[in-house]
């Protein structure tokens, strides 16, 4: 039986994960009906649709966590281990791909009179592959230090005695400082984005009253929607970056997976709230939706 907490935590969760569930999987849908239409994909569509399917993986991660604290508390071993790892892989490509996505808006709205600004612009699928591609030394740093830490908390439950306090502490730092990089780093290219974006913008709606012309051209709207993702996307990281990081740093070592936990469930609010706000600013996806709605209104005899 579960407590009135536990009861009203799972609720909470419950609340996210169905809509985040659905407007990753809505992504993605629509990004693989698009590809088998024209039989390509655009850049910027691949990004979302590589962000969909790692957060979608994510969602599904937590939900198994969820499980297993709930029903199944006492489980160690490889099954415990395989359900972090999985969270570990689906949360890194989950912020690394927002992440390039802003570096790609950034290369493709914003306009500098740079010549080193001007020769990324033109190699902008390089620049996020290289940002992707160099992310995995994180990931593998993450992985081998999760393997080693999960390897000494086995051998403390099979009894070894033997095995040095100090040694597990070792581990659990390193698996912490890796974390916080593996977050931070991501964190401070969007952030770098963002301010790039709303420095572009300025010049170019001084540019635009300097001639005379209104505000609400294209590149103007195209800044701004951009910068709103961005945006929705650092202020969702910044819950998740204290729900994981900083209260992880005062409980891994006193091993509170409850506490954890809940706090993790609280960071569901970045994969399920920012794929739901990519949709409303991208016309594309959010002309599917509206379609789509169209179509469940008449279904139902709403029109």
């Not at 009253?209 to 945006?231: E, P, W, Y």
Request: aromatic letters at 10%.
């Amino acid at each position: 039986m579960l407590t009135s907490v536990e009861s009203i935590v799972s609720t909470i969760a419950l609340v996210e994960l169905v809509p985040g569930v659905f407007a990753n999987a809505f992504i993605a849908t629509v990004s693989c009906v698009a590809c088998m239409k024209t039989q390509k994909l655009s850049s910027a569509d691949k990004i979302l649709f590589a962000v969909a399917v790692s957060r979608f993986g994510l969602l599904w991660a937590m939900i198994i966590n969820w499980y297993i604290f709930m029903f199944n508390p006492g489980l160690h071993g490889p099954g415990r281990g395989t359900s972090i790892i999985f969270w570990i892989v689906m949360h890194h490509f989950s912020i690394w791909f927002a992440s390039g996505l802003s570096v790609f808006y950034l290369f493709k709205i914003a306009n500098f009179s740079n010549l080193t600004f001007h020769h990324l612009q033109w190699r902008v699928e390089r620049v996020v592959l290289a940002v992707l591609l160099g992310s995995l030394v994180f990931l593998g740093f993450q992985l081998a230090v999760e393997i080693t830490e999960n390897r000494i908390l086995k051998n403390t439950y099979e009894g070894n005695m033997t095995l040095k306090t100090e040694l597990g502490v070792t581990h659990a730092l390193s698996s912490l400082t890796v974390f916080t990089l593996e977050n931070i780093i991501p964190f401070t290219m969007s952030l770098i984005s963002l301010l790039l974006l709303i420095f572009s913008l300025w010049k170019h709606l001084k540019k635009m009253k300097f001639n005379g012309t209104g505000s609400q051209d294209a590149s103007t709207k195209a800044h701004i929607k951009a910068m709103l993702s961005v945006i929705s996307f650092l202020l969702l990281f910044t819950i998740s970056v204290f729900c994981l990081i900083i209260p992880a740093w005062l409980l891994k070592m006193l091993q509170n997976q409850k506490t954890l936990l809940l706090l993790q469930m609280i960071s569901i609010t970045l994969p399920s709230s920012h794929s739901l706000i990519l949709v409303v600013v991208n016309p594309k996806l959010k002309k599917a939706l509206l379609s789509l709605l169209g179509q469940w209104k008449e279904r139902l005899g709403l029109t």
